[in-house]
């Protein structure tokens, strides 16, 4: 412990710098800092997100991608400690508005998507007051992904859509609904066209489907693009309404 709290403080420090590669190297530090410090990092949350959201201001695209990787890892890190009101107004504001200025092409969604799930998880009912417009964008991701598949299929455009982005859309989903449990469910219930219709046709579209009791994990293999594999917390929420409707795409 010594070393450890000037060390924290020093590569805090170096989001204020000019430099970015100072401003790399120094996230990417207190990234492998957090996997090693874990719990030990709870009592300088509040510092240490508000160096942080410095960051959400200062960097550009590169610098963003591993910023959203420092939080990620900070949300697994100290996982529901997070759930504190001037944690998460600390946080989660300036992540949606990152979310709000990248369109829905942009590759820089997938780590912010991927930071969001973690945070949500982390946060748990914390997050209810944004819930219902995270849950209805990313509800709409994996809409567009489907139907950019569905005209590929259909020979009406060129380019498959890229799965990463359905991927990191349904662990959204899937963080949502582990972070919130059956106060999600109105939500789910509520937004057109059903969840679990589009999860059907989400195991069409991928694959390679693993069911896994716990977070959404890609996999390689060498004759998969992409996998998608979607939890079970994700389809026993979204089985709830048990209707179906063939046409849901149209």
């Known amino acids: ?31 492998t800092l957090e996997e090693q410090a874990g719990p030990l990092l709870i009592p300088y949350l509040k510092p240490i997100l508000e160096h942080l959201r410095v960051g959400f201001d200062r960097f550009q695209h590169k610098n963003l991608l ?13 996982g529901t400690a997070l759930n504190q009101p001037e944690y998460v107004e600390l946080l989660v504001p300036p992540l ?12 820089g969604l997938v780590s912010l998507l991927e930071c969001l799930s973690s945070v949500v998880v982390a946060i748990g009912p914390g997050f209810q007051p944004f ?9 709409h991701l994996i809409h567009q992904v489907l139907l950019q598949d569905q005209h590929y299929q259909q020979g009406a455009i060129a380019e498959p859509p ?7 859309a349904l662990d959204l989903m899937s963080g949502l609904v582990q972070g919130l449990g059956e106060d999600l469910h109105p939500i789910i219930s509520q937004t057109e066209p059903k969840l679990v219709e589009m999860l059907t ?11 896994i009791d716990g977070r959404m994990k890609s996999t390689t293999s060498a004759k998969v693009d992409l996998p998608c594999l979607v939890t079970w917390p ?17």
């Open 131 to 139: 819930a219902v417009p995270v849950y209805k964008h990313a509800h």
């Open 66 to 78: 591993i910023l959203y990787d420092a939080i990620l890892t900070l949300a697994d890190s100290v």
């Open 162 to 168: 890229d799965k990463e982005f359905l991927v990191a």
């Open 201 to 211: 046709h989400c195991l069409r579209v991928c694959l390679c489907i693993c069911i």
């Open 1 to 31: 412990m010594r070393f450890f709290h000037p060390l924290m403080e020093g590569l805090l420090q170096t989001v204020y710098d000019t430099n970015k590669k100072v401003q790399e190297a120094g996230c990417s530090a207190f990234a």
């Open 96 to 107: 949606l508005q990152k979310w709000e200025q990248l369109g829905d092409e942009d590759r």
């Open 234 to 250: 994700l389809i026993r929420s979204c089985l709830y309404d048990h209707t179906c409707n063939r046409s849901w795409l149209y």
